[in-house]
């Protein structure tokens, strides 16, 4: 069994650093069958841009609220939902990490929320934050 099928199949919940290379990552996941989520933050520098980039990203419903507990609730619904789980790429959140740390911040302490909601619902909610995803943050290697 390669790394990274270990890693999936143990349901390592929660917030780390991107590894260098993605493609066996992805690979792994979709052996497992989990869905991959490309959250692509280029243009994002502001809450309000975040949030819509979420809604497009996870299909949010029409009545999302664009606010961080509507995005809270909504991502802990979706984690939950998720089976065996969800491998979301967090990418090119400098801007967002620029103009508002603190959006940035709430963002990922949102997400690490409904990683661990989701594991407790028996499902794997996992992201993987690029190096320059989220600047200045501590993030722990997929291991």
């Not at 099928?5 to 349901?11: F, M, T, Y």
């Not at 309000?48 to 802990?76: K, M, Q, Y």
């Not at 990683?115 to 909610?125: L, T």
Request: with cysteine; charged share 25%.
């Amino acid at each position: 069994m390669k790394k990274y099928d270990k890693i999936v199949r143990a349901g390592h919940a929660g917030i780390y650093a991107a590894p260098g290379v993605l493609g066996p990552l992805r690979e792994a996941a979709k052996r497992a069958g989990m869905a991959w989520c490309d959250l692509d933050l280029a243009g994002a520098g502001d809450r309000g841009e975040f949030l819509t980039r979420c809604a497009e990203v996870f299909a949010l419903p029409a009545h999302f609220g664009r606010n961080w507990d509507a995005l809270r609730d909504s991502l802990i619904d979706f984690a939950a939902q998720q089976r065996p789980g969800t491998v979301v790429h967090w990418r090119r959140g400098a801007e967002l990490a620029r103009r508002s740390p603190e959006s940035m911040v709430t963002a990922l302490e949102i997400f690490q929320e409904a990683a661990m909601y989701g594991a407790g619902a028996g499902g794997c909610f996992v992201v993987i934050v690029d190096r320059d995803g989220a600047p200045g943050v501590d993030l722990a290697p997929l291991r």
